[in-house]
């Protein structure tokens, strides 16, 4: 999925909070932002964090992608804390790519499975009881088992955190949606290849879609065992 086009850094570790109280100040018209995680009812959903996008070396790395790597690593660890479910997703395809379909018309290269660029970054690696989801499309939920799961556990209240904002975030956001689950987008831990394409995600989920909120709201409310009924 690499583009021609180099990412550039628009975010940083460093500038991440800052750049994220200029987004929530963007959207604050149309974002539900009062509402509260129904932490005993929520899953965590990290998206696509693999070494193609988040290592340096990867093929389409994301300057972003490093940016956020520590609020995901943070939001990880309180799920798990929680005692809360985390899944994972890969996008990656079969060597040629003739389950890509048209998104071979986008991207002149594919993650191709059994690669290195195919696994989840080292620093956030999946524990043993953690549910990985393979996907060849930028939902998680097409094709894949993750509505299932997401019904056995009883689950009301997803979060979303990983790469690319405006692809495969907003594409699983949306579809979360339409399934009836409460939708909570991180702000500051998705990430995408600019500051425009983030932020008119941010909009357009806030919008119809998404409470668009931060990891450090959401590691509160996760620590503080709110139910989040309203």
């Known amino acids: 999925m690499a583009d021609t086009k180099e990412p550039g850094a628009y975010v940083t570790a460093r500038t991440l909070k800052e750049k994220t109280a200029h987004w929530l100040e963007k959207i604050e018209p149309f974002n539900r932002s009062g509402k509260s995680l129904q932490s005993l009812r929520s899953a965590l959903l990290v998206i696509d964090m693999q070494r193609y996008f988040v290592d340096p070396s990867g093929a389409a790395f994301l300057p972003s992608a490093q940016a956020i790597l520590g609020n995901v690593q943070r939001l990880i660890k309180a799920f798990r804390r929680a005692r809360r479910p985390v899944i994972y997703t890969r996008h990656m395809h079969h060597p040629g790519g003739l389950d890509a379909g048209i998104l ?121 065992g709110n139910p989040g009924q309203e």
């Not at 088992?145 to 405006?166: F, S």
């Not at 699983?172 to 689950?181: E, H, L």
């Open 104 to 224: 071979r018309d986008w991207w002149g290269d594919m993650i191709e499975e059994g690669t290195q660029d195919s696994e989840i970054h080292p620093s956030i690696a999946p524990h043993r009881d953690d549910k990985v989801i393979v996907k060849h499309r930028y939902s998680a939920f097409y094709g894949t088992d993750l509505e299932t799961i997401l019904r056995v556990l009883e689950i009301k209240d997803v979060v979303i955190c990983g790469v690319m904002t405006n692809l495969c975030c907003e594409s699983t956001a949306r579809d979360a949606f339409y399934r009836d689950y409460r939708t909570f987008f991180l702000a500051d831990a998705t990430g995408t290849q600019s500051e425009e394409m983030h932020l008119a995600s941010l909009l357009n989920l806030a919008y119809g879609f998404a409470v668009i909120t931060t990891a450090e709201e959401l590691i509160s409310q996760m620590k503080g």
